[in-house]
Protein backbone atom coordinates (compact mmCIF):
# COMPACT_ATOMS: atom_id res chain seq x y z
CA UNK A 1 0.00 0.00 0.00
CA UNK A 2 1.03 3.13 -1.28
CA UNK A 3 1.84 5.51 1.91
CA UNK A 4 2.79 9.72 1.33
CA UNK A 5 3.40 11.92 3.98
CA UNK A 6 4.62 15.75 3.51
CA UNK A 7 5.89 17.66 5.76
CA UNK A 8 7.81 21.25 5.49
CA UNK A 9 4.76 23.92 5.97
CA UNK A 10 4.71 26.64 8.03
CA UNK A 11 4.43 30.06 8.57
CA UNK A 12 6.52 32.55 6.01
CA UNK A 13 6.34 36.31 5.12
CA UNK A 14 5.82 36.89 1.46
CA UNK A 15 8.76 37.06 -0.52
CA UNK A 16 10.03 33.91 1.34
CA UNK A 17 11.09 30.84 0.67
CA UNK A 18 10.02 26.78 2.13
CA UNK A 19 10.62 23.35 0.92
CA UNK A 20 8.15 20.78 1.03
CA UNK A 21 9.23 16.99 1.27
CA UNK A 22 7.09 13.96 0.50
CA UNK A 23 8.27 10.72 1.68
CA UNK A 24 7.08 7.96 -0.24
CA UNK A 25 6.93 4.20 0.61
CA UNK A 26 5.23 0.92 -0.27
CA UNK A 27 6.47 0.04 -3.28
CA UNK A 28 8.95 1.08 -6.02
CA UNK A 29 7.73 4.47 -8.48
CA UNK A 30 10.12 3.93 -10.99
CA UNK A 31 6.87 4.42 -13.88
CA UNK A 32 5.03 7.26 -11.68
CA UNK A 33 4.02 11.04 -11.75
CA UNK A 34 4.29 13.01 -8.44
CA UNK A 35 1.82 15.90 -8.75
CA UNK A 36 1.68 18.39 -5.83
CA UNK A 37 -1.27 20.23 -5.36
CA UNK A 38 -3.02 23.03 -3.02
CA UNK A 39 -6.11 23.91 -1.75
CA UNK A 40 -7.51 27.23 -0.44
CA UNK A 41 -9.99 27.76 2.27
CA UNK A 42 -13.14 28.23 0.16
CA UNK A 43 -11.58 27.51 -3.12
CA UNK A 44 -11.42 24.20 -5.60
CA UNK A 45 -8.02 22.29 -5.52
CA UNK A 46 -5.58 23.49 -7.63
CA UNK A 47 -2.63 21.41 -9.41
CA UNK A 48 0.44 22.95 -9.13
CA UNK A 49 2.73 20.79 -10.24
CA UNK A 50 3.69 17.27 -12.10
CA UNK A 51 7.41 15.54 -12.57
CA UNK A 52 7.47 12.46 -14.74
CA UNK A 53 9.75 10.28 -11.39
CA UNK A 54 11.62 8.71 -14.39
CA UNK A 55 12.79 11.08 -16.38
CA UNK A 56 12.63 14.11 -14.70
CA UNK A 57 10.18 16.29 -16.84
CA UNK A 58 8.28 18.76 -14.94
CA UNK A 59 5.19 20.71 -15.61
CA UNK A 60 3.73 24.08 -13.65
CA UNK A 61 0.12 25.72 -13.10
CA UNK A 62 0.85 29.15 -14.95
CA UNK A 63 0.64 30.47 -11.02
CA UNK A 64 3.33 29.06 -9.37
CA UNK A 65 5.80 29.06 -13.17
CA UNK A 66 9.18 30.85 -12.03
CA UNK A 67 8.94 30.38 -9.15
CA UNK A 68 8.63 26.97 -7.56
CA UNK A 69 10.38 23.92 -8.73
CA UNK A 70 9.85 20.16 -7.78
CA UNK A 71 12.12 17.46 -7.59
CA UNK A 72 12.92 13.88 -6.53
CA UNK A 73 15.41 11.93 -4.92
CA UNK A 74 14.60 8.87 -6.33
CA UNK A 75 17.17 7.11 -4.02
CA UNK A 76 15.07 8.01 -0.99
CA UNK A 77 12.07 7.91 -2.77
CA UNK A 78 11.40 11.42 -1.45
CA UNK A 79 9.70 14.36 -3.46
CA UNK A 80 10.00 18.08 -3.19
CA UNK A 81 8.41 20.97 -3.80
CA UNK A 82 10.90 23.88 -3.45
CA UNK A 83 8.81 27.44 -3.29
CA UNK A 84 10.70 30.87 -3.59
CA UNK A 85 9.36 34.17 -3.94
CA UNK A 86 5.63 33.11 -1.79
CA UNK A 87 3.10 35.40 -2.38
CA UNK A 88 -0.18 35.41 -0.10
CA UNK A 89 -2.25 34.08 -2.16
CA UNK A 90 -0.01 30.79 -2.43
CA UNK A 91 -1.30 30.11 1.24
CA UNK A 92 -3.44 26.77 1.51
CA UNK A 93 -3.27 23.05 2.30
CA UNK A 94 -0.63 21.43 0.05
CA UNK A 95 -1.11 18.05 -1.13
CA UNK A 96 1.06 15.67 -3.13
CA UNK A 97 -0.02 12.75 -4.68
CA UNK A 98 1.30 9.64 -6.88
CA UNK A 99 0.23 7.52 -9.70
CA UNK A 100 1.40 5.36 -12.44
CA UNK A 101 1.33 6.94 -15.90
CA UNK A 102 2.08 10.22 -17.41
CA UNK A 103 1.27 13.71 -16.39
CA UNK A 104 -1.24 15.09 -15.68
CA UNK A 105 -2.07 12.71 -12.74
CA UNK A 106 -5.22 10.91 -12.70
CA UNK A 107 -6.51 12.38 -9.22
CA UNK A 108 -9.16 9.89 -9.02
CA UNK A 109 -7.07 6.92 -8.73
CA UNK A 110 -3.45 8.47 -6.81
CA UNK A 111 -2.88 8.21 -3.69
CA UNK A 112 -2.87 10.76 -1.61
CA UNK A 113 -0.62 12.35 1.74
CA UNK A 114 -2.88 14.28 4.20
CA UNK A 115 -1.75 17.47 3.48
CA UNK A 116 0.57 20.27 4.96
CA UNK A 117 -0.42 23.72 5.52
CA UNK A 118 1.15 26.59 4.08
CA UNK A 119 0.72 30.52 5.10
CA UNK A 120 1.80 33.08 3.93
CA UNK A 121 1.87 36.53 5.79
CA UNK A 122 1.89 39.96 3.46
Known amino acids: QVQLVESGGGLVQAGGSLRLPCAASGRTFSNYVMGWFRQAPGQEREGVSC????????YYADSVKGRFTTSTDNAKNTFYLQMSSLKPEDTAVYYC???????????????WGQGTQVAVSS
Open 51 to 58: ISISDGRA
Open 97 to 111: AIDRGGCPLFVQRAS
